[in-house]
């Protein structure tokens, strides 16, 4: 009868181990952080009901002409030293979300006070605040639980207010195709 090798059993079962961890290892060093999954529509909603909110704080007078595509997609690059071999080349199957309005001749009072109403309701709320004067005079705040990205501006030369509102990069699922996405669209109401 053969003796079992409590040594060698141990030995092995730790080289194993080792082997596994190493395996890990170098796939995460490799491809780096994974892209959280991402639901491309509840992602529109939640830009749209943002810029809406925005829209509604900022109470421009009359009817104005916003002009917005809507939802768009953004690049998003590979992560980890993977990124090498695909310097430049942005990832299929992972997208960024943005949504932008604008308003020409917007006066300097009027874009005032309506930013600090969207000030005081993202502050409110628990966004925090990341950057200040993008623009003449602008402001970015980020949402700590979702990392999306209010952008509010304001351009002297035209009077241009600008709305941006961004979602970090998320994987997206099997068959998306952000060209027949009718959640994309927006207009304010």
């Not at 993202?122 to 970015?140: A, H, P, V």
Request: net charge negative; proline share 7%.
């Amino acid at each position: 009868m053969l003796k079992k090798h409590p040594v060698r059993s141990v030995l092995w079962l730790i080289g194993v181990l080792l082997v596994v961890a190493v395996s890990m290892g170098c796939y995460r060093v490799w491809n780096g952080e994974p892209y959280p999954a991402t639901d491309p529509d509840q992602v529109a909603t939640r830009l749209k009901q943002e810029a809406q909110r925005v829209y509604d704080e900022v109470a421009l007078p009359g009817p104005p002409d916003v002009s917005s595509n809507g939802v768009e997609t953004g690049t998003c690059y590979y992560r980890g030293l993977r990124s090498i071999a695909h310097m430049d080349e942005g990832r299929s199957d992972v997208r960024s979300f943005g949504l932008e309005w604008r308003v020409t001749d917007v006066p300097r009072n009027t874009a005032r006070t309506g930013q600090e109403r969207v000030r005081r309701r993202l502050e409110q709320e628990g966004w925090k605040l990341t950057s200040e004067n993008i623009s003449d005079m602008g402001f970015r705040f980020e949402r700590p639980d979702t990392d999306d990205i209010v952008d509010v501006d304001w351009y002297q030369p035209t009077g241009t207010f600008a709305v941006s509102i961004y979602a970090p990069c998320g994987k997206l699922p099997d068959g998306f195709d952000a060209y027949v996405w009718p959640e994309a669209e927006w207009s304010p109401k």
